[in-house]
């Protein structure tokens, strides 16, 4: 038994010295990503045929920005994903390939290293693929994959590929490696409400209060709640859970108006109107709002959740159930917050902004 302790014992500064925590890169070369444990596990989440190293994480930057990846060489993700707006382009509707509208908003692009589903209806369930939809896509850039691999030889990226995956073969894969590799290092841990949540930092009383809001689910009567939690879950602020449990119909819409959302990738009628529940990092810099655009201001966001619910056949339990009064099956949907209450929401959300992140010159155009 002695022997036994003794033996643990000497294995005490090895096992320190090996925690996985104390440091960190991913593989030899790794990019080092240091993301807050509140946002959960990381190192299973990274593809193990996939890892962020420096020279891929570089090499999918540059392609990242790069315009010849475009029919026309006038457009590259960069242009949709604008880093001083948390990589959204400030429109309801994206303008792709010869200014073609898209039907949606360009999404924000942070922390997808915890995201499941990709796209506002959950089109893509790997990054690799969501990455090389738009090269090809007709209203985004509208280039096939096999010309993108030549203009990228024509270019003189064969040395890029070489340093990024150890040959000098430029192929679709790993385009879409690459890319994932530079968006899975988009991470945003520097907010004040990160600051605050690792003590660095005292919150106004607004935003206080805010924060208490937004992550509680009211109970008429005792407990004041906005109920934003119960879908933008935990310190990420999105729906980001196994399988599609993270898509809800907001109440944009009724039955009649409503888009299809995830029933375009399902088919089955009681997803109609359900989306991708987004990040609400750096949200005051992503506006307009919605799949569609539709909310110019947080204001607008705040009063549609507190008045402006519509009813349809999918509607959230959790936006239905949702009040600060006592719910009567006749009565419109209402969250009853104070014209207070709703400012101190939009306080917590200002909060969320992350300088350092919409600044990081690592993340910036490097061409
Ligand atoms: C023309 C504008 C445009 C271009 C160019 C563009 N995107 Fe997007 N991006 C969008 C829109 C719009 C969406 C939402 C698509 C949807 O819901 O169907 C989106 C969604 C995404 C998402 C999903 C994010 C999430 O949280 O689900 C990722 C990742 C992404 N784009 C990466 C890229 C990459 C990588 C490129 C370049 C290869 C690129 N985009 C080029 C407009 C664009
Ligand atoms: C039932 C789940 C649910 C609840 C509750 C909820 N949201 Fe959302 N939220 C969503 C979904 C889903 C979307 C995307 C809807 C769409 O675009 O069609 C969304 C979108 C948003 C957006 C726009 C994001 C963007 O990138 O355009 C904001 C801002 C937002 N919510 C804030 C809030 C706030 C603040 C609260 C609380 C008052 C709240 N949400 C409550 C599910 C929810």
């Known amino acids: 038994m002695k022997s036994r ?15 996985p925590e104390e440091y960190s890169p991913v593989v030899e070369d790794g990019y080092q990503i240091n993301p807050p444990v509140y946002f959960g596990d990381y190192k299973e989440r990274i593809p193990s045929d996939n890892p962020i190293t420096k020279n891929g994480f570089e090499l999918g930057r540059k392609l990242f920005y ?40 360009a999404m924000s692009l942070s922390n997808l290293l915890w995201t499941e589903n990709f796209t506002w209806s959950g089109k893509f369930d790997r990054l690799k693929d969501q990455s090389l939809d738009p090269i090809q896509n007709p209203i985004e850039m ?13 270019k003189g990226y064969a040395a890029d590929f070489q340093k990024a995956f150890g040959s000098y073969d430029i192929n679709v894969e790993r385009i879409g490696n690459a ?10 841990s520097d907010s004040r409400y990160d600051q605050y949540l690792r ?12 924060m208490n809001l937004f992550f509680t689910h009211p109970i008429p009567g005792q407990l004041r709640g906005a109920n934003c939690g119960d879908c933008h879950l935990g310190p990420l602020t999105s729906g980001d859970i196994d399988g599609f449990q993270g898509f809800h119909n907001n109440g944009l819409d009724n039955d009649e108006t409503m888009d299809d959302g995830l029933m375009a990738v399902t088919g089955k009628p009681q997803d109609k109107g359900r989306f991708k529940t987004p990040t609400l990092r750096n949200i005051a810099v992503t506006a307009p709002y919605m799949h569609d655009g539709r909310f110019e201001t947080l204001e607008e966001v705040l009063d549609h959740y507190n008045s402006g619910i519509k009813k349809s056949e999918t509607l959230d339990i959790l936006i239905i159930e949702g009040s600060n009064e006592p719910i009567n099956v006749h009565d419109e949907i209402r969250l009853h917050l104070t014209e207070k209450e709703k400012k101190d929401v939009i306080a917590f959300l200002h909060m969320l902004t992350d300088e350092s992140f919409l600044n990081n010159p690592d993340f910036s155009n490097p061409h």
């Open 5 to 19: 302790i003794l033996f643990l014992l000497s294995l005490y500064p090895w096992l320190i010295a090996c925690n």
């Open 66 to 105: 790069e315009k010849a990846l475009s029919a026309d060489n006038s457009i590259s993700c960069g242009t949709c994903h604008q880093q001083k707006l948390a990589f959204t382009d400030g429109k309801a509707k994206s303008e792709g390939f010869e200014g073609r509208l898209g039907k949606v908003s």
């Open 142 to 154: 509208h280039l096939p994959l096999e010309q993108a691999v030549k203009k990228l030889e024509e």
């Open 179 to 188: 890319l994932a590799q530079f968006q899975r290092a988009l991470i945003s």
């Open 199 to 210: 003590g660095e930092i005292e919150p106004t009383q607004s935003e206080l209060n805010g």
